[in-house]
């Protein structure tokens, strides 16, 4: 179930019962991947964040792999599905700028607006994705929902279609997606006709069975 925004109140805690969090939060943790309290009250941790992508990205060519289009240095291409990338980040980092940091990882050239971070959480036996403000602190959600993917985990995607930022996109990126749609299309349209092909192939032998003389 999709949720538009974040809309669960703001729970500021103190520097006591952050260092209490952390603490339970490091003795849960089954990879490693704990939080660090420094002493002026900024901690640093690891959040994972998969990439559920259904554009292509643009990314240097000397960079890319898998499906791609080519234009000049750069390349238009599909990350592939289930990729998930591991990010240390501090209390103060915002929404903005893990998305940013992710794209820097990538060497994605594309414009972070372009993309939004949501998170997934588990409630009363259902699945809630929830798209997060540029404002919010994934690592404080991090430390309070605990270090379980199945309580809270981060997706990155771009915005919904009605909010997609075209004049974001430069004039190469729109014409590499031009493309790789074009070429998505005849693909399919191959797909579509062998099957019906194969359809009408056994509907003329089925027929043929019945009007057969005997």
């Not at 990010?87 to 915002?94: D, R, V």
């Not at 690592?139 to 309580?151: C, F, I, N, Q, S």
């Amino acid at each position: 179930k999709d949720v538009q925004k974040e809309r669960e109140p703001h729970v500021y805690l103190s520097k006591e019962e952050v260092k209490e969090k952390i603490q339970s939060y490091n003795s849960s943790v089954t990879d490693k991947l704990k939080m660090t309290l420094n002493a002026n009250g900024i901690y640093t941790g690891f959040i994972k964040v998969q990439m559920e992508l259904c554009r292509p990205i643009t990314v240097q060519a000397s960079q890319s792999q898998g499906r791609c289009a080519h234009s000049n240095n750069e390349t238009a291409f599909y990350l592939p599905d289930g990729c998930v990338n591991t990010l240390h980040i501090s209390s103060t980092n915002t929404v903005q700028e893990v998305i940013e940091a992710l794209l820097k990882k990538f060497f994605v050239a594309d414009n972070p607006a372009k993309f939004a971070l949501y998170k997934r959480c588990h409630k009363e036996d259902q699945v809630y994705t929830c798209k997060l403000s540029d404002r919010e602190h994934p690592l404080y959600l991090r430390l309070v929902a605990g270090p379980k993917t199945e309580m809270l985990s981060f997706v990155l995607r771009e915005h919904e279609t009605g909010e997609v930022m075209w004049e974001a996109f430069s004039i190469p990126e729109l014409q590499n997606f031009l493309r790789i749609l074009d070429k998505e299309e005849n693909e399919q349209l191959q797909i579509l006709k062998k099957r019906y092909a194969a359809y009408r192939d056994k509907l003329e032998e089925a027929l043929g069975g019945v009007w057969k003389p005997g």
